[in-house]
């Protein structure tokens, strides 16, 4: 018997740098954010001041963001085996009902002012979408060039991104307003933002939900993989076979692999973590590594999943029958 674990940790962009990106993104937000109060309160526009709290749920997903990075960095200890790593996760699927929550508040809020519309400002409105729309464009150059493998990452420029587009739709409806007069204008741009809020926010949340439920990964078939590690020379059966994820963009797997009587099976579980590491990118790897017998061990009578054998897979390990005659 022998069992093996395969490791690497190249993961694209560092933390660090990533921190001092969404650092600075967090700085530009916030500095807007506080002017557009500061000019929404001396113009007496409730409108600038509501969007200036809509910001404020962007500083928030940045510095969530950043406190999930900071956490996920610290070594495991404890009963936290995998260390702080799936905070990032927990800061995803935060940022992503945030998002779905806003949507629905938008749509709302939108439903109203086509039913009453109240008076637009259009020059305001205008203005400040412009230099709305050169702050989140700065922001989201910013986060875009961090690691957007990390859905924790991801959740934050998905916010600073739907708020860019939100503004885009602010200046034109504040244009037509301004030309035209028409004032439902806005809440046909809210509508639009609400859409793009909706489908941002129904990926990060079915995104973050499959890690938490251990699914694996999109690009990863758990059948396929069966199949081809059975195809290995020396192995005739692959059961127990796990794929998950522990983070974004850090799968795993494990598996009870049965080799034929005779081979070596360090050797054959060395050619099997190649397999993994370098056609997967799964270099994360547990595996029990066992000589095939006649009968089944205690550990494969429970087995989880489909049994992949040689040439057809079995859809579960089949229990040993109590009242067959013992060979």
């Avoid at 749920?57 to 790593?85: E, Q, S, V």
């Amino acid at each position: 018997m022998s069992a093996g674990h395969g490791h690497g940790h190249g993961h694209g962009v560092s933390a660090a740098a990533d921190r001092k990106l969404l650092s600075g993104a967090l700085a530009l937000i916030v500095g807007f954010m506080i002017a557009e109060v500061i000019v929404g309160l001396a113009a007496g526009s409730l409108a600038l001041v509501t969007d200036a709290a809509h910001m404020l749920t962007d500083a928030i997903a940045i510095a969530l963001a950043l406190l999930a990075i900071r956490l996920a960095a610290k070594p495991p200890a404890g009963g936290f085996t995998y260390g702080f790593k799936r905070v990032e996760i927990l800061s995803a699927q935060a940022n992503g009902i945030t998002l779905l929550l806003l949507a629905v508040y938008f749509v709302y809020e939108a439903v109203n002012r086509l039913i009453d519309p109240p008076e637009v400002k259009g020059a305001l409105v205008l203005i400040t979408g412009v230099v709305g729309i050169v702050v989140n464009l700065l922001a989201t150059w910013l986060i875009s060039k961090a690691n957007r493998t990390s859905l924790n990452v991801e959740g934050a420029f998905q916010h600073i991104l739907n708020d860019l587009f939100a503004f885009v739709a602010t200046a034109i409806a504040g244009l037509v307003v301004l030309l035209t007069g028409f004032a439902r204008a806005d809440a046909i741009a809210a509508f639009v933002v609400a859409a793009l809020m909706l489908k941002a926010g129904i990926g990060l949340v079915r995104d973050s939900g499959r890690i938490f439920l251990e699914a694996a990964p999109t690009a990863i078939d758990p059948q396929a993989l069966g199949a081809e590690l059975c195809g290995v020379e020396g192995v005739v059966e692959v059961h127990d076979l796990h794929v998950w994820e522990i983070t974004s963009g850090e799968p795993a797997a494990s598996a009870h692999i049965m080799v034929a009587e005779g081979l070596d099976c360090h050797q054959i579980r060395m050619r099997i973590e190649e397999v993994l590491a370098e056609r997967h990118n799964l270099t994360h790897s547990t595996l029990q590594v066992d000589h095939a017998t006649a009968g089944r061990s205690e550990h494969c009578t429970d087995s989880h999943g489909p049994v992949h054998t040689t040439g057809h897979i079995t859809t579960a390990a089949p229990a040993p029958d109590p009242a067959s005659p013992a060979h």
